[in-house]
Antibody
Framework: EVQLVESGGGLVQPGRSLRLSCAAS????????MHWVRQAPGRGLEWVSG????????GYADAVKGRFTISRDNAKNSLFLQMNSLRAEDTALYYC?????????????WGQGTLVTVSP | IVMTQSPATLSVSPGERATLSCRAS??????LAWYQQKPGQAPRLLIY???TRATGIPARFSGSGSGTEFTLTISSLQSEDFAVYYC??????????FGGGTKVEIK
């Protein structure tokens, strides 16, 4: 059974940094692209960033480009999102999602999310 | 690519048919997925490739369309189907984009 468990969320002041992690199990992690998707309170889904299985293809939403960095450690079955220069509009539940063999695919499994709140 | 879903809210009685629409601002071929999200839960993949049901998804869910116009049909709504539904294009990236969602509520 695929399991994705996010961690690292919390309350942070504007301008500060936070690093999210996603621990994956139940599948061959280094065969699949991985993504971060967020959902602001009461709002819809917003794709944040994705990374190919070999980390050679990486993409970001315009809203986070230059501030967020996605990475993965295939040896540890883990996905990360380094978030710098956080803004109030980054407040959201951040989901880790499993992609396919290529990075531009649907998301067939999701974690339960980790909440990031950016507030003074 | 901008994904536009309609209607924003759909009121349906149990047992009735629900038809949800998703329009892309440019062609996404058949690279479109549908997700269901219930309150307090993560999204769940229903349909990918515009019309292929994901593993374990009941046959009452069906997807159709290609290019810019897509439809998700729930043939006979069950109580557990009342939720928010999102379409998602993965033809062009970055970025990958979602529609704004359609809430299916009990009439």
């Amino acid at each position: 059974e695929v399991q994705l468990v996010e961690s690292g969320g919390g309350l942070v002041q504007p301008g500060r940094s936070l690093r999210l992690s996603c621990a994956a199990s139940g599948f061959t992690f280094d065969d699949y692209a991985m993504h971060w998707v967020r959902q602001a309170p009461g709002r819809g889904l917003e794709w944040v960033s994705g990374i190919s299985w070999h980390s050679d293809s990486i993409g970001y939403a315009d809203a986070v480009k230059g501030r967020f960095t996605i990475s993965r450690d295939n040896a540890k079955n883990s996905l990360f999102l380094q978030m710098n220069s956080l803004r109030a509009e980054d407040t959201a539940l951040y989901y880790c999602a499993k992609g396919g063999s290529i990075v531009a695919t649907n998301f067939d499994s999701w974690g339960q999310g980790t909440l990031v709140t950016v507030s003074p | 690519i901008v994904m536009t879903q309609s209607p924003a809210t759909l009121s349906v009685s149990p047992g009735e048919r629900a038809t949800l629409s998703c329009r892309a601002s440019q062609s996404v071929s058949s690279n479109l997925a549908w997700y269901q999200q219930k309150p307090g839960q993560a999204p769940r993949l229903l349909i990918y490739g515009a019309s292929t049901r994901a593993t374990g998804i009941p046959a009452r869910f069906s997807g159709s369309g290609s290019g810019t116009e897509f439809t998700l049909t729930i043939s006979s709504l069950q109580s557990e189907d009342f939720a928010v539904y999102y379409c998602h294009q993965y033809n062009n990236w970055p970025p990958l984009t979602f529609g704004g969602g359609t809430k299916v509520e009990i009439k």
